[in-house]
């Protein structure tokens, strides 16, 4: 089936990137979202990701920016016209809407993007169940969490599977795609061809794992700074300086935890600090050290000042 309308779950810094992605690339898009105060909260990383879009598109244009592959592919003929009146349309079109029955009425397809929270994502599921159209199919953005431990609750586990996307995708243009157990092929085959679709390099996940490629790699990755800084060996800008200097790397574990959101961070360490099945036996030998107890309480403490990263102008680092 070629998917023509998406509904996607949750307007946080992803969910706002993967709607707007979506949009640029012609498809029809809502983001549903819980609540009045969601709008009020998705509305300014929409008008944010139009700037981005924007900004990138000039910088392709005058040879000043980096090439976007989310935005043109580098083997066609780059259109700066055509490319910001895709903005445009993307941006006049996408609509938030709060009635989930409305939302998914005609959904060929539904990307959950909604935070690391099991039960709030089980809860999702059982409300989204009984008004889902019989054709669409349903993926989680996770980052952590396997798609098994939900596709009970969608009502069609031979639908659903992980669609994980990277933060900046008009920039960071892969998606991993995992099947549980219980998905059709036929679905994931589909779901490859619409990260085609949208500009994403999709990349296989073979067998279900926790963290999929990329935050496998990037959560430890991520701790171990966070660690250092909750035990009082450094501070946040010391510690990045540490890795960007010291490997070239654009980010330090610091704005990496700014740009995808304190929120998101706080849920990761919660679920490690909870579920210590998550983590690999020798993984979990080289956490025995950390400080999960106090990293919670520094993200908690973040949160309730309303420093929640780049989207509030303060997180780590001031914006």
Not at 120 to 145: E, G, M, R
Request: proline content about 4%.
């Amino acid at each position: 089936m070629s998917y023509k309308t998406v509904c996607v779950a949750g307007g946080g810094v992803l969910g706002s990137q993967i709607a707007f992605q979506a949009a640029y690339c012609g498809f029809d898009v809502t983001i549903w979202l819980r609540s009045e105060g969601s709008i009020g909260r998705t509305q300014p990383k929409i008008d944010h990701v139009r700037e981005e879009y924007i900004a990138a598109i000039e910088g392709m244009a005058d040879g000043t920016g980096e090439w976007c592959a989310g935005i043109a592919d580098s083997d066609q003929i780059f259109d700066r016209e055509a490319a910001l009146a895709a903005v445009e349309r993307a941006y006049s079109t996408l609509k938030l809407e709060l009635d989930l029955a409305k939302a998914v009425a005609d959904a060929d397809l539904v990307i959950e993007s909604m935070a690391e929270d099991t039960q709030a994502k089980i809860d999702f599921y059982k409300k989204l169940a009984p008004v889902l159209p019989q054709k669409t199919v349903i993926v989680t953005n996770s980052s952590t969490l396997l798609p098994s431990t939900f596709a009970k609750y969608t009502g069609r586990p031979e639908k659903y599977l992980s669609l994980h996307f990277a933060n900046s995708i008009w920039k960071n243009n892969m998606t991993e795609v995992m099947a549980q157990d219980q998905t059709d092929k036929r679905y994931f085959d589909e779901l490859v061809d619409f990260a085609n679709d949208i500009r994403m390099l999709a990349l296989p996940v073979n067998k279900e794992k926790n963290g999929y490629l990329l935050n496998s790699m990037l959560v430890p990755w991520l701790l171990s700074g966070l660690d250092l800084y909750v035990s009082g060996v450094s501070d946040p800008k010391s510690i990045d300086l540490a890795w960007t200097r010291g490997t070239g790397a654009p980010k330090g574990p610091f704005r990496v935890f700014d740009t995808v959101g304190i929120q998101t961070a706080y849920n990761i360490v919660m679920q490690y600090q909870k579920v210590p099945g998550l983590v690999s036996p020798l993984l979990k030998k080289m956490m025995m050290p950390y400080n999960f107890k106090a990293m919670a309480s520094v993200l908690k403490k973040m949160l309730d000042e309303g420093k929640l990263g780049e989207s509030s102008g303060e997180g780590f680092f001031k914006y």
